[in-house]
Nanobody, 122 residues
Framework: QVRLVESGGGLVQAGGSLRLSCVSS????????MGWYRQAPGKQRELVAT???????NYRDSVKGRFTISTGDAKNTVFLQMNSLKPEDTAVYYC????????????????WGQGTQVTVSS
């Protein structure tokens, strides 16, 4: 079974920093891209940042210059370094793996983690 497990969320004051981690496990053959999404109460889930297997990155405008997405030395891990955090960054942050192939299924799947809470106080 393929799983994504996030960690690193918590409570921080405005202007502070947090680093989110996402580790994958299971029989993964390939992942086309990994990313971070977030969902605040009463709002739709939104893209925060993505990184492709080739290393190309994409950020939502409101986090550019403050957040950095990167992959780790371990295969299929992804991090989100969040600096200069603002109260409006408060949300549950979800890790995503797109177009995941595995020996255990045909084709590709989109996989989500369970989420980690980030709360930024003013």
């Amino acid at each position: 079974q393929v799983r994504l497990v996030e960690s690193g969320g918590g409570l921080v004051q405005a202007g502070g920093s947090l680093r989110l981690s996402c580790v994958s496990s299971g029989s993964i053959t390939s992942i086309s891209a990994m990313g971070w999404y977030r969902q605040a109460p009463g709002k739709q889930r939104e893209l925060v940042a993505t990184i492709t297997s080739a290393g190309s990155t994409n950020y939502r405008d409101s986090v550019k210059g403050r957040f950095t997405i990167s992959t780790g030395d371990a295969k299929n891990t992804v991090f989100l370094q969040m600096n200069s955090l603002k109260p409006e960054d408060t949300a549950v942050y979800y890790c995503n793996a797109d177009r995941v192939t595995s020996r255990t299924w045909f084709g590709s799947r989109n996989i989500w983690g369970q989420g980690t809470q980030v709360t930024v106080s003013s």
